[in-house]
């Protein structure tokens, strides 16, 4: 059976892109994967825990990882047991300790490592999928290192948003937005969900459903997951505290080739722009993952 290690740091952002990119490998050539949990380790004996949690599973062809606290962990286990190692993301310790870096586009990357796969932001477990999609879905960020919070304007998009729909919306927010917000948002075709009753599958299921997705500038991740969804994407503006940032260039990006639309843009007709197609990275990762590492 093709086997694949995770090594987990707990974080729900780094798991994600993990399990985006293992999920879609399974897909294409079949086999299962394992989560090696790190985070609750204690640091002094953690080398020989992590092999102790690693010897009760079946050996991997691969072990991937997402997280400067998981890398050490990666390298250990990728030597003990001769196997292929992949980090996400521009990992701490040098890259040529990897066998392969999957870097996202707007950090950078030396596109002439032959070790580094460049990715169109983050991966995310978001598949397009074909079914009748007539739902509409709006998600709330917050104040950022990069963006800044104005209840005011985002309000009065949201009003106008809503007023010129005739689908069904669902809402939800997240850890970084003010208390008190959704509370604020009222519509009769508008259904709340606090972050705090959501997980990762709900929100797959809703995007899965939604025609349209809006979701605020600050919220980089959901801005990738809902252009993988295959819905039309609107961006809700956000105060941006660093011009010309990363964060910026890569939604410029997308902007630039069609997959969102700004909601200044969006005023002139109040439609959405569809996206040239969806934006499958994960699995477009994936096939290069097989092919450069030659898994079967």
């Known amino acids: 059976m093709n086997c694949i290690w995770i090594i987990s740091d707990g974080k729900p952002g780094h798991v994600n892109q993990s399990l985006g990119l293992a999920e879609a490998i399974v897909r294409q050539r079949g086999g299962e994967f394992h989560l090696i949990p790190i985070e609750n380790l204690r640091f002094i004996k953690k080398p020989f825990q992590v092999i102790q949690l690693a010897e009760k599973l079946p050996k991997p062809e691969v072990i991937i990882a997402c997280g400067h606290a998981t890398h050490v962990a990666l390298l250990l286990l990728k030597w003990k047991y001769r196997v292929p190692g992949v980090v996400l993301m521009k990992p701490s310790l040098p890259r040529f300790l990897f066998d392969l870096c999957i870097i996202p586009q707007h950090d950078e990357p030396d596109e002439e490592n032959q070790k580094i796969i460049i990715s169109r932001g983050a991966l ?14 709006i998600l709330i960020g917050g104040s950022s290192h990069h963006h800044g919070w104005d209840e005011k304007t985002l309000k009065s998009c949201l009003d106008e948003i809503l007023t010129s729909s005739r689908c069904d919306w669902s809402i939800t927010d997240s850890r970084r937005t003010p208390s008190g917000f959704l509370d604020a948002v009222n519509h009769p075709r508008l259904t709340k969900f606090p972050h705090q009753q959501t997980d990762h599958q709900w929100l797959k299921a809703q995007m899965a459903q939604a025609a349209e997705i809006w979701v605020t500038e600050d919220s980089v991740s959901m801005i990738f997951e809902a252009a993988s969804s295959g819905a039309k994407v609107g961006l809700l503006p956000m105060k941006a ?21 700004r909601f200044i843009d969006w005023q002139s007709s109040h439609a959405l722009t569809p996206p040239p197609y969806p934006l499958q990275e994960a699995a477009r990762c994936a096939a290069i993952v097989i092919k450069k590492l030659h898994l079967t």
């Open 124 to 137: 995310n477990r978001v598949v397009s999928e074909s079914n009748a999609k007539h739902n509409g879905l």
């Open 241 to 261: 505290l660093k011009k010309n940032g990363k964060i910026e260039k890569a939604i410029e990006d997308l902007a630039a080739k069609g997959y969102i639309t």
